[in-house]
């Protein structure tokens, strides 16, 4: 898991992810899509991109919204992640969905094309993110919408601190980018707004939500921990101190277990701007 380039490390990371990335702890992230495409409301017959489609939860909610006359292409760099998507169309018979592995930070689209570019839970990976939503807003058509999510300070609190510490303990420094830092580099909605009116965009919005959960147990957390972007941190630790640091972190988490279960804080924040 010591790969110097991000890029390696995100695919490495995702497609180790991708078989249980899909997970029930995890269904904040098809709650995130189910609203996140409410509140665009995309008009049926439009062109729409899921940027960072992971395993497609985003572009399956956009393909109904949009309708059979609309069109939904689907980017990730993650191939095995991709393939979680594929079973789904295959199985549900979804027409309306493209897939291409493709870098976030370099599409290979033609300029002013689609009507909406979405984003859930994937800018905060990328190194240079004001550049990559520059290329983003070339590829949408004038005044179309761009809209990204990310998590709120509060998210996975305070579970996620007691996680960072306990990796510490155990010798697991992360860098900047690794996906567990990397989602803490929006949580201010400040600069999320900053971000958007950087790259031009007009009418922007950042609105907060809770979306979070009760977890039945200190398990599921693991089941969090272990199906996403945190799975990078857990496979640095040499495998025959995992299962100890297993056992003495699911033990300071059990304390927090009250009578409903475990609470997921998941704040997001549904970040949007649109092209003039
Ligand atoms: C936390 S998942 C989110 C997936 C999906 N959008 C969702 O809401 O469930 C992050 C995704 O971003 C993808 N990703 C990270 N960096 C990327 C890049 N530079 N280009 C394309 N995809 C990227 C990962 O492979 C992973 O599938």
Known sequence: MNQPDPRERVIQVFDLVAAGYDDAALRFFPFCADRLIARLNPAPGTKLLDIATGTGVVALAAAQAVGAQGRVMAIDLAGAMLDRLQEKIVKFGIPNIDLHVMDAAALDFRRDYFDYVLCSFGIFFLSDMSAALRGWLRVLKPGG????????????????????????????????????????????????????????????????????????????????????????????????????????????????????????????????????
């Open 145 to 276: 919408r761009v809209v990204f999510t990310t998590f709120g300070k509060r998210a996975f609190q305070p579970m996620m601190e007691l996680f960072v510490q306990r990796l510490q303990r155990h010798g697991v420094l992360s860098p900047d980018d690794s996906p567990t830092t990397a989602g803490t580099r929006l949580a201010d909605p400040g600069r999320c707004r900053e971000l958007l009116g950087s790259a031009g965009l007009r009418q922007i919005e950042v609105k907060t939500e809770q979306l979070g959960y009760h977890l039945k147990d200190e398990s599921q957390w693991w089941d969090v921990l272990w199906n996403s972007g945190t799975r990078g941190w857990i496979e640095q630790i040499p495998p025959a101190q995992r299962e100890l640091f297993k056992t003495e972190h699911l033990a300071e988490i059990h304390p927090l277990v009250g009578e409903q279960g475990l609470w997921l804080d998941v704040e997001v924040h549904f970040a949007g701007g649109t092209k003039p």
